[in-house]
Each structure stands twice: as structure tokens, then as C-alpha cells.
């Protein structure tokens, strides 16, 4: 996952970008692609609104499965309200919309803690047939408790996930969720949520259906990585993903401690400030069981710098 380049599939499905108003392009079967949307976030010739519209006329909207709302209009200043409550109203037209991403933009069109969201709790219950959801950018994102019985896959990529998002997500019913994807970011973009947020997920209270959980991108990794170490949730992972966050030989002698991890398929810790013995180590105990351990390029160059040096992969 980056935010560098735009989608290239959701849903299973290569994208398509939906031609401008003087684009003449022949459009492909409604049923075979997922349809972006979008318009330049800095120098647009029509509203996003406007462009839906057209796209809803053009196509037959009922065979689309995956729909992508990339760049709006001053996305840096202007929030997503008016592209939730125009997809909301236009949800009876989707019958067979399966997988909606909001905010695909990559950094040159607006950095991710600049993209001002919104609340996103409507659309859910607006599309109960709805597998997948994914959402870029924190900045004023709500997401209130909800049920929903067909979720499959929820990433929410922030440079800063507020607490209240954390929760909204944690006290919600999504019985079907195999994939949990959260990017906790840092506290200088809003990412405030704490490990105690965690514990619902953690806990295996929650989420029954669970397989795969990503809490990444994370200044508190190794607090994260604690917690985990003894969460009752990770006997029923086939994932675990702590990558892109601030993840020390703290963090990992935690996990080497704690439950054992070897009915995982893969560990993803990819972007870490793990030293040199704590990886062999780690891969000592796993790799032999049949545990694709990612340890990606850690930053070597600033293991033993102060803590102030250390990054997220993903902030501003």
C-alpha cells in the first residue's frame, strides 16, 4: 500500500478513471472495473458532484462493484460532507456495489493529514451489501458505532487516527470482518488513541471473523506490540501487521515473549528500528515454522538515535 500512486484494483477489480467532459474515451463493461472518480484537487473543471453526475448518466450504475472517490476540489480545505451525502442518496442506484474507497490522493495532489474528511458513519448502513471500505485521511474523519452484517475489509490510512475514530470503530458490529486495517499515525497529525483504545479488538471480544489485523504506522508501536504479545485475538490471526510505525527491540522482545506466534502465516513488520540480533532472533523462532516474517529495510542508520529521530512511514 502507498500513497504515491493511485489505486490500480479494488475489489479485485483493475481501475478505471471515469473520462473528463471532453473526453470521449469508449467506457468499459459497468460490472468490469472499479470506476475513479475524481477531479484536480487543485485546479478542477468541474465540481466532483458534477462529475458524478455524469458518471451515473453514462453508466449503468446498478452492474458497478467497486467504486473509487479520488481528488475533490480543495481537498486541503473543503471536507468530503457533500461526497458522502451524495453517494447516501444515490445508494438505491448501486445494488451491486461491493467496494468503495474514499480519498484515494496521493501526496503531490494533497497530503494525507491535509485531506479533510468527514463523517463517513452514513454509508455504511446506506450500502448493506458493502464488502469492502476504506477511507485516506484523518483530518475530521467521524466514524460513530455502527452494525453492519456484510463488511469483509475496513482500512482507515491516516498520518493521526483520532481516539474517537478508534472507538467508533471498536464498538461497532461487524461479525463478517476478516481484515482490520487502522493507521494510528502520530500525535502531531491527531493520531491521540491510546493502546487501552485497542482493547476491544485485542480482547477477541470483538470481531469474530477476524484474520488479518494491520495497527500500523504507529509512534506507540512497541505499546502496541506489548499488548499484542498477550492478546487473547492473535490465536485466530493468520496476519498480524505492525509495520510502518515506530517499532523498537522493545517491541519485539515483547512479542518473542508473549503468545506464541508460529500459526501465523505472515508477520509484517516492514519499516522498524529493530537491531540486528532481535531480527535474526525473530526470525530464528518463526521462519522455521512457516512464517513469512517481513522485516522490509529497517532504519538501521537511526536505531541508537534519540526516539525524537524516529518516523512513521506515513505522517503529513
Not at 494510528?184 to 480482547?203: H, I, K, M, R, W
Not at 505499546?223 to 519485539?252: F, I
Request: a negative charge; hydrophobic letters at 45%; proline letters at 7%.
Amino acid at each position: 500500500m502507498t500513497i504515491g500512486v493511485h489505486l490500480s484494483e479494488l475489489g479485485g477489480l483493475p481501475t478505471f478513471d471515469f473520462p473528463g467532459p471532453k473526453d470521449t474515451r469508449a467506457l468499459p463493461e459497468p460490472a468490469d472495473v472499479a470506476w475513479r472518480i475524481s477531479v484536480d484537487t487543485y485546479d478542477a473543471e468541474e465540481e466532483w458532484a458534477q462529475a458524478f453526475g455524469r458518471f451515473t448518466e453514462s453508466v449503468d450504475t446498478r452492474q458497478v462493484r467497486a467504486l473509487i472517490v479520488g481528488g475533490w476540489s480543495d481537498a486541503y480545505e473543503a471536507s468530503s460532507s457533500g461526497i458522502v451525502e451524495a453517494l447516501v442518496e444515490a445508494a438505491p442506484k448501486f445494488p451491486a456495489l461491493r467496494a468503495l474507497f474514499l480519498g484515494d490522493i496521493t501526496f503531490e495532489e494533497c497530503e494525507i493529514s491535509w485531506i479533510q474528511q468527514s463523517d463517513v458513519g452514513p454509508l455504511l448502513p446506506a450500502y448493506p451489501a458493502l464488502e469492502e471500505f476504506a477511507v485516506r485521511g484523518g483530518e475530521g474523519l467521524v466514524f460513530p458505532p455502527v452494525e453492519h452484517a456484510a463488511l469483509r475489509v475496513l482500512r482507515l490510512e491516516a498520518g493521526g487516527l483520532p481516539k474517537e475514530v478508534v472507538a467508533g470503530v471498536a464498538r461497532s458490529g461487524f461479525p463478517a470482518l476478516t481484515e482490520l486495517d487502522l493507521w494510528l499515525g502520530t500525535s502531531d497529525y491527531g493520531g491521540d488513541a491510546e493502546v487501552g483504545d485497542l482493547e476491544p479488538f485485542l480482547s477477541g471480544e470483538r470481531l469474530p471473523a477476524l484474520r488479518r489485523l494491520a495497527l500500523r504506522n504507529s509512534e506507540i508501536q512497541d505499546a502496541v506490540a506489548a499488548a499484542l504479545a498477550t492478546a487473547p485475538v492473535v490465536e485466530r490471526l493468520e496476519v498480524l501487521d505492525l509495520s510502518m510505525g515506530v517499532l523498537t527491540d522493545e517491541g519485539v522482545e515483547a512479542l518473542l515473549a508473549g503468545r506464541p506466534l508460529t500459526h501465523l502465516t505472515k508477520l509484517d513488520l516492514h519499516h522498524h528500528y529493530v537491531g540486528e540480533p532481535l531480527r535474526e532472533r525473530l526470525s530464528a523462532a518463526l521462519v522455521p515454522h512457516g512464517v513469512e516474517v517481513d522485516l522490509g529495510d529497517p532504519q538501521t542508520a537511526d536505531v541508537d538515535d534519540d526516539a525524537e529521530y524516529r518516523y512513521v512511514a506515513v505522517a503529513e
